[in-house]
């Protein structure tokens, strides 16, 4: 089950071989008959090689052991585990680019860039595996339970970084996906271009169908970089041509348009445009390669039926609230087996499934976590036991500062409490406690009584259900979050943690920041003449006009008018006063200084000199006022 094969990489060389000779017969007296008939062949050639690149053969570009079986032991452990190899042809390792812009670093020909690893399981172990599908789809009837990647561009090939899943199928500790130097170095003296990692796996989901899938990055083909120049140089395999190489190729192929036999070429020019492309060649399909294998688990028919078992079903460590119940499942055998949990209550859910509840009436927020542990005892044999922690909070949004003198519960920052009107309310909470998953959050939101927002979650994206219409008042809007414990869809169980409004009965009550309701802020657009303006003062010249200044409140979709007064603190003691006063229409406005004694103005005619007056402009529209500022700089003249 892979893609990409090395073979292809063999027929890219052989291209490159080709194209070289391209060139040599480029470089000679065009003119001769023969010479073109060979610059046919050598294209024909090309294209054969490049139609056989589409199917691949040969080695595969990366390799994996073949499917596997595992019998689950309970008595060894250790017999459930696996090693995997997992083979990546790769490049040249001489070849060494510079990466444009970041001195000092270099690509080389043999990175792997990139390894993805893959687990995806289906539980159903009597499934045939020609129904699972394919490596391109996932597990079917399944589900992707964890992945994690390493390579060059990542942490490097020591160091695997996990992306997706609660844990690692491996045991504790283990280095689970990493280079493997000696098995590399032994396929390096034998000549070959891989690098082997080894994957240690054990199937921590219980029995069924596991898929290991692999993805690879590499640079067996290099080709251009960052700004290209005619002498930087093009990688394939062991073959190097230069882009001016590849320039000249590109000319005869052009002169071949409109020819007989010149239409099948365009593979070949796309194909060179790719290489001469700055980093296209990290996505061609030669550099990347991909393979899985599935893994058959099952338990033995007959275990023991006396060998005590217990599995708490929830992670090592479970994360919760203090306002609700805990109750996890437990499997716990065989049947003539005696059960105990320390710290809370053991009920039976399905005694001939041996299925259990474990309930903790009122989980307590320590320091270091509640301790659920199981013990199953059968006379005869050891017992067993399980343990998983219970780290228990107490709701806090994470504006909460917990170490403060006078504690605060977060609200005051709480977005949820401010909307403005033609605009979207925005209902998003954020949590202290990191570890509670987002989906385990209900947002509800009613406007003026209608339901318009009811998601998991509590990162809310803007929606036009949520555009608060004018008139609407605090008491209008109704927001509650839920806290749904462990996740569960059963509503009688979720807890309101925050509401807007007070008396909801939310744990979380409201300190002293109350819902409000407000008006967007008038806009002013003062036109060509900008904020700072210049007033020349001279016996006939005495008043100041401005130009147009726009000024409205946007509210939805529409500007409304405002009203509008200005102020100048210094103005009155040198003769000047200030005013605005409405335009053309009830959005358009005119500021205007007037010297009202030009003898004053004289008098002061030194100081007023490049003197510059901030003007205050009050705007007044639906909501509260706001302001905005101008200047006018003064000069005095004489005449």
Not at 289 to 295: A, D, E, L, W
């Amino acid at each position: 089950m892979s893609k990409g094969g090395a073979g292809k990489v063999y027929f890219v060389l052989y291209l490159a071989v080709i194209l070289e000779l391209l060139i040599i017969f480029i470089e000679r007296d065009e003119a001769e008959e023969g010479l073109r008939k060979q610059q046919q062949q050598a294209i024909q050639i090309v294209q054969t090689i490049l139609s056989q690149l589409q199917t691949g053969s040969g080695v595969q570009a990366i390799t994996a052991s073949p499917k596997d079986n595992i019998v689950i032991n309970d008595k060894d452990p250790s017999a459930n585990k696996r090693n995997y190899d997992i083979t990546v042809a790769v490049g040249d390792p001489k070849v060494i680019y510079p990466v444009p812009g970041h001195p000092g670093d270099s690509v080389h020909g043999d990175d792997v860039a990139k390894l993805e690893y893959i687990v995806s399981h289906t539980p159903n172990d009597k499934l045939t595996e020609d129904v699972l599908g394919d490596d391109t789809t996932d597990i079917v009837n399944g589900n992707v339970l964890f992945k994690a990647a390493l390579g060059t561009t990542l942490d490097g090939y020591k160091t695997p970084r996990q992306e997706y899943g609660g844990g690692i199928p491996a045991d504790p500790g283990e280095p689970y996906f990493s280079l493997n130097e000696d098995k590399t170095r032994l396929q390096v003296e034998k000549g070959r271009r891989v690098k082997v990692f080894s994957v240690n796996f054990k199937p921590n989901q219980g029995p069924g169908w596991y898929r290991l899938r692999f993805y690879s990055e590499t640079n067996r083909i290099l080709g251009v970089n960052g700004e290209v120049k005619d002498d930087d140089t093009i990688r394939i395999g062991n073959i190097k041509l230069t882009v001016k190489q590849l320039h000249q190729v590109q000319k005869v192929l052009a002169k071949e348009k409109g020819k007989p036999g010149g239409a099948n070429n365009d593979q070949v020019e796309k194909y060179i445009e790719t290489l001469l492309s700055p980093d296209a060649y990290k996505n061609m399909k030669e550099n990347q390669s991909s393979t899985s294998f599935n893994v058959h688990v099952v338990r033995p028919e007959a275990p023991p039926p006396s060998k005590p078992y217990v599995t708490i079903a929830a992670r090592d460590t479970v994360y919760w609230y203090d306002v609700a119940p805990f109750s996890v499942q437990v499997k716990a055998g065989p049947k003539e087996a005696s059960r105990n949990l320390a710290g809370g209550i053991l009920k039976t859910v399905d005694e001939a499934q041996n299925l259990y509840s474990a309930d903790i009436e009122k989980p307590e927020v320590t320091p270091t976590g509640t301790k659920i542990s199981v013990t199953v005892t059968n006379a005869g044999a050891e017992p067993a036991k399980d343990e998983k922690i219970l780290m228990v909070d107490k709701p806090t949004l994470r504006a909460a500062d917990p170490g403060a003198r006078v504690p605060t519960n977060g609200t005051a920052k709480w977005r949820g409490l401010s909307a403005t009107v033609g605009q979207a309310y925005d209902p998003s909470s954020e949590w202290l406690n990191t570890y509670i998953p987002s989906n385990d959050y209900q947002t509800k939101v009613w406007i003026r009584g209608k339901e318009v927002l009811n998601v998991s979650g509590v990162k809310i994206a803007k929606s036009p259900n949520l555009v608060i219409p004018d008139g609407t008042k605090a008491e209008d809007i109704l927001t509650r979050v839920y806290w749904k414990p462990g996740g569960t869809s059963d509503t009688n169980k979720w807890k309101l943690l925050l509401s807007n409004q007070e008396n909801q009965g939310a744990v979380i009550p409201l300190e002293k920041r109350k819902m409000e309701v407000g008006f967007p802020k008038p806009i002013m657009d003062p036109g060509s003449q900008g904020y700072d303006v210049q007033f020349q003062i001279k016996p006939t010249h005495l008043v100041y006009e401005s130009g147009d200044i726009m000024i409205s409140q946007p509210i939805g979709a529409q500007q409304f008018p405002v009203s509008v007064t200005a102020s100048c603190e210094d103005c009155s003691k040198y003769g000047l006063d200030v005013s605005i006063e409405q335009g053309s229409d009830d959005k358009t406005w005119k500021l205007f200084m007037r010297a009202k004694s030009w003898a004053q103005v004289q008098k002061a005619m030194k100081e007023l000199n490049g003197k510059r007056f901030d003007i205050g402009l009050n705007l007044q529209g639906k909501g509260k006022p706001s302001t905005e500022g101008m200047s006018i700089t003064t000069t005095v003249s004489a005449r």
